[in-house]
């Protein structure tokens, strides 16, 4: 295959008195004409070759089929109303509804109205405390950006008032208005995609007033970097302020009463080390819950008086568990706290004072989300989700402890005809790592069936089981599933999550190879029949097993990836994730980047696996720069006769809000990708 020209340019950086050459710095320009004239050409070359594949119109008119059932999200209680999205089938963004009692719904917002090409999502909603109002933020084209606009609840009609430049926020009503993060509007000429974001705000917006004259409530113009948001609880009374550094993995935790008025302007500090986690969940008779992983590495929830705030007067309301407490919520009087054993979930029940009531009868081994409502709320809603049952949604009944199904999907599969086992297996050091296998019941595994793995190992995300209607395609045509619950995740709590964090992100890499090799070993595939796939993180995670084991799998699905670690704190929010891999400004994490950073480990004339990097135009979280350079580097490299292509989404982002068509497009090609270089033709229904 013959590959578009990647100009090579003579530029050096030198750290620590290593020079490290960044031939292709250019591609991170991305409103540079040869950036632009780049990303076509490598289009033109990658859609080519999957226009060729005989069977990819035939996987997306499958997928297409597949996609068309009605989704759900989970309800949220407004006064006498349920609020609830739902995605007719084929609708690129869920549609916003408002339904009391029995009356038939009513369109509150279309997301597909918010511009011509369904681009423009949803990225957030919160509801004033009376239900009055409605502040509802936009993303468009996938971008991170937001724009928050407010709603008179009854005439459904718009304010004026329009908030622009909000990034890393959600909005927390008090009776005026709400507060809010933001960043200053981008200097002219400065690139609002790429460039770094730096000095966060909080804000309190009034309404009816421009956004020009929002009060100031938190900044610090000694620090950079770091986030800063603030949530009031639901009674109105206390403003809890949340900071990060940029450099240590939790935040500081501040609150203030805002029905005394003499701490107007004051906060009084529950957890001053940026070390540690900490959540406000609620607050009880002036008491506020906190949920930590100080001194607990699986978490627990502590109550404190904020007149009283010294350790020594904290009281235990949820203690440490040996299973991770994932969430805690706060609804109809009582604490429903969700729990992970081996990577699936666990509800239980309790009051606002610590005791234990009873635990919620999940449908199935699987994962439960949601249980948000108001402390006067009778019943609270969740969504419930495995491999191979389609999300329901469920009423979960407080005072009985029942659960009864709101909404539950009809999809075009037969979740029946499929299976789900958990194993074990050893990684490298000997550490145990939990693995999901999914397939086809009474498939015996005979060493070279298709197997698509996938995982993430890290920032504490837990990869629990959840449908996919995109992998039942590879499902349903007699292939694998297999998800690995690496370290560096949040499955088995802190302990397990620092344990692939820098300067321990090898242990992610031998987690993910092998996982892989229990595959094989146990034959349920072979390298000609294996993908792996991992999207941002998991993105880096799949690059850097590829440069380490181009003999691991036959074909490498980098998704939006973190490839290039010595530059990637200096675009956009990139810095905060420097607790996570350390940073290349620090001796001892530059040679621990260096040694796995994907983009400096290609080494010419290897033959790497058939290889599909994706990327969007709009993601201004790991920004496409990322994989640009990645993918001129690798195709350089490249000595082996497999493909090794970069598919560039347009007016899309990191994921969230991708339209239902985007996404039906790119899986076509993703799977017709792997099914191609595999040598199989799948048998589609």
Same mark, same amino acid.
């Given at each position: 295959?013959?590959?578009?020209?990647?100009?090579?340019?003579?530029?050096?950086?030198?750290?620590?008195?290593?020079?490290?050459?960044?031939?292709?710095?250019?591609?991170?320009?991305?409103?540079?004409?040869?950036? *632009?004239?780049?990303?076509?050409?490598?289009?033109?070359?990658?859609?080519?070759?999957?226009?060729?594949?005989?069977?990819?119109?035939?996987?997306?008119?499958?997928?297409?089929?597949?996609?068309?059932?009605?989704?759900?999200?989970?309800?949220?209680?407004?006064?006498?109303?349920?609020?609830?999205?739902?995605?007719?089938?084929?609708?690129?963004?869920?549609?916003?509804?408002?339904?009391?009692?029995?009356?038939?719904?009513?369109?509150?917002?279309?997301?597909? *109205?918010?511009?011509?090409?369904?681009?423009?999502?949803?990225?957030?909603?919160?509801?004033?405390?009376?239900?009055?109002?409605?502040?509802?933020?936009?993303?468009?084209?996938?971008?991170?950006?937001?724009?928050?606009?407010?709603? @008179?609840?009854?005439?459904?009609?718009?304010?004026?008032?329009?908030?622009?430049?909000?990034?890393?926020?959600?909005?927390?009503?008090?009776?005026?208005?709400?507060?809010?993060?933001?960043? @200053?509007?981008?200097?002219?000429?400065?690139?609002?995609?790429?460039?770094?974001?730096?000095?966060?705000?909080?804000?309190?917006?009034?309404?009816?007033?421009?956004?020009?004259?929002?009060?100031?409530?938190?900044?610090?113009?000694?620090?950079?970097?770091?986030?800063?948001?603030?949530? $009031?609880?639901?009674?109105?009374?206390?403003?809890?302020?949340?900071?990060?550094?940029g450099v240590s993995d939790g935040?500081?935790?501040?609150?203030?009463?805002?029905?005394?008025?003499?701490?107007?302007?004051?906060?009084?500090?529950?957890?001053?080390?940026?070390?540690?986690?900490?959540?406000?969940?609620?607050?009880?008779?002036?008491?506020?819950?906190?949920?930590?992983?100080?001194?607990?590495?699986?978490?627990?929830?502590?109550?404190? @008086?904020?007149?009283?705030?010294?350790?020594?007067?904290?009281?235990?309301?949820?203690?440490?568990?040996?299973?991770?407490?994932?969430?805690?919520?706060?609804?109809?009087?009582?604490?429903?706290?969700?729990?992970?054993?081996?990577?699936?979930?666990?509800?239980?029940?309790?009051?606002?004072?610590?005791?234990?009531?009873?635990?919620?009868?999940?449908?199935?081994?699987?994962?439960?989300?949601?249980?948000?409502?108001?402390?006067?709320?009778?019943?609270?809603?969740?969504?419930?989700?495995?491999?191979?049952?389609?999300?329901?949604?469920?009423?979960?009944?407080?005072?009985?402890?029942?659960?009864?199904?709101?909404?539950?999907?009809?999809?075009?599969?037969?979740?029946?005809?499929?299976?789900?086992?958990?194993?074990?297996?050893?990684?490298?050091?000997?550490?145990?790592?939990?693995?999901?296998?999914?397939? *086809?019941?009474?498939?015996?595994?005979?060493?070279?069936?298709?197997?698509?793995?996938?995982?993430?190992?890290?920032?504490?995300?837990?990869?629990?089981?959840?449908?996919?209607?995109?992998?039942?395609?590879?499902?349903?045509?007699?292939?694998?599933?297999?998800?690995?619950?690496?370290?560096?995740?949040?499955?088995?709590?802190?302990?397990?999550?620092?344990?692939?964090?820098?300067?321990?992100?090898?242990?992610?890499?031998?987690?993910?190879?092998?996982?892989?090799?229990?595959?094989?070993?146990?034959?349920?595939? @072979?390298?000609?029949?294996?993908?792996?796939?991992?999207?941002?993180?998991?993105?880096?995670?799949?690059?850097?097993?590829?440069?380490?084991?181009?003999?691991?799998?036959?074909?490498?699905?980098?998704?939006?990836?973190?490839?290039?670690?010595l530059r990637y704190q200096k675009?956009?929010?990139?810095?905060?994730? $420097?607790?996570?891999?350390?940073?290349?400004?620090?001796?001892?994490?530059?040679?621990?980047?260096?040694?796995?950073?994907?983009?400096?480990?290609?080494?010419?004339?290897?033959?790497?696996?058939?290889?599909?990097?994706?990327? $969007?135009?709009?993601?201004?979280?790991?920004?496409?720069?990322?994989?640009?350079?990645?993918?001129? $580097?690798?195709?350089?490299?490249?000595?082996?006769?497999?493909?090794?292509?970069?598919?560039?989404?347009?007016?899309?982002?990191?994921?969230?809000?991708?339209?239902?068509?985007?996404?039906?497009?790119?899986?076509?090609?993703?799977w017709s990708f792997c099914y191609?270089?595999?040598?199989?033709?799948?048998?589609?229904?």
């Amino acid at each position: 295959m013959t590959y578009p020209p990647s100009r090579k340019a003579d530029v050096t950086d030198t750290y620590f008195g290593t020079p490290v050459p960044d031939p292709y710095r250019w591609l991170e320009d991305p409103d540079a004409e040869e950036t *632009k004239a780049w990303v076509t050409a490598q289009n033109h070359i990658t859609f080519g070759y999957l226009e060729q594949i005989p069977f990819r119109d035939a996987i997306r008119e499958r997928l297409t089929r597949l996609w068309n059932y009605e989704r759900y999200g989970v309800p949220e209680q407004v006064g006498d109303e349920l609020v609830y999205a739902k995605n007719d089938g084929l609708q690129n963004q869920a549609v916003v509804y408002r339904q009391r009692g029995d009356e038939e719904p009513r369109v509150l917002l279309d997301p597909n *109205k918010f511009s011509e090409d369904g681009t423009t999502a949803l990225a957030g909603m919160e509801f004033s405390n009376d239900h009055r109002y409605l502040a509802y933020a936009t993303s468009s084209g996938g971008s991170d950006w937001n724009q928050v606009r407010i709603m @008179d609840l009854s005439t459904q009609e718009l304010l004026p008032d329009t908030l622009d430049w909000v990034k890393v926020s959600g909005t927390s009503w008090t009776a005026e208005g709400f507060y809010y993060s933001r960043y @200053d509007a981008p200097k002219p000429g400065e690139n609002d995609l790429s460039g770094k974001n730096e000095f966060h705000k909080v804000y309190f917006h009034r309404l009816h007033t421009p956004q020009g004259e929002d009060e100031l409530v938190y900044e610090n113009p000694d620090m950079s970097l770091g986030f800063r948001m603030a949530g $009031a609880t639901e009674d109105e009374r206390f403003l809890c302020l949340y900071l990060t550094d940029g450099v240590s993995d939790g935040n500081r935790l501040l609150v203030r009463d805002l029905t005394d008025p003499a701490q107007a302007g004051t906060w009084t500090i529950l957890f001053d080390s940026y070390e540690f986690n900490n959540t406000v969940v609620g607050n009880v008779g002036g008491e506020v819950l906190v949920y930590t992983n100080y001194r607990a590495p699986n978490y627990r929830v502590v109550g404190i @008086d904020p007149s009283r705030p010294e350790e020594a007067n904290w009281r235990e309301v949820l203690p440490e568990t040996a299973n991770k407490l994932e969430s805690v919520t706060q609804a109809g009087g009582c604490l429903l706290a969700g729990y992970l054993h081996d990577a699936s979930s666990q509800v239980k029940v309790y009051s606002e004072r610590g005791e234990f009531q009873h635990d919620v009868a999940l449908p199935a081994l699987g994962t439960a989300s949601g249980f948000g409502g108001r402390r006067g709320a009778t019943a609270v809603y969740y969504a419930f989700t495995s491999f191979t049952y389609p999300t329901t949604i469920y009423r979960y009944d407080l005072a009985t402890n029942t659960s009864t199904v709101f909404r539950a999907p009809t999809v075009d599969v037969q979740p029946a005809d499929y299976e789900t086992t958990q194993v074990f297996y050893p990684s490298r050091d000997g550490t145990r790592i939990p693995l999901f296998i999914v397939h *086809k019941k009474g498939l015996t595994p005979n060493g070279h069936n298709p197997t698509y793995l996938y995982a993430y190992g890290g920032f504490n995300v837990s990869l629990t089981p959840g449908f996919s209607v995109a992998r039942m395609l590879w499902l349903e045509n007699g292939g694998i599933l297999a998800v690995a619950n690496l370290r560096g995740g949040g499955e088995y709590g802190e302990d397990w999550h620092r344990a692939g964090m820098t300067p321990h992100k090898q242990n992610v890499f031998d987690d993910f190879i092998a996982a892989a090799e229990y595959l094989k070993t146990n034959r349920y595939t @072979d390298t000609q029949h294996l993908a792996i796939a991992g999207g941002s993180n998991g993105g880096l995670l799949v690059g850097a097993v590829a440069n380490q084991r181009p003999d691991l799998c036959r074909v490498a699905l980098p998704a939006v990836g973190v490839m290039d670690m010595l530059r990637y704190q200096k675009f956009t929010i990139g810095w905060n994730w $420097a607790p996570e891999y350390g940073t290349s400004d620090d001796e001892a994490q530059f040679r621990n980047l260096l040694a796995f950073s994907p983009l400096h480990n290609l080494r010419p004339g290897t033959a790497y696996p058939a290889t599909l990097v994706t990327t $969007a135009d709009h993601d201004d979280r790991v920004v496409p720069a990322h994989s640009f350079k990645y993918a001129a $580097a690798l195709q350089a490299a490249n000595a082996g006769p497999h493909p090794t292509l970069i598919r560039v989404d347009v007016n899309a982002g990191h994921g969230a809000g991708k339209s239902t068509a985007l996404l039906i497009d790119e899986w076509a090609d993703v799977w017709s990708f792997c099914y191609a270089n595999m040598g199989v033709t799948p048998e589609l229904s």
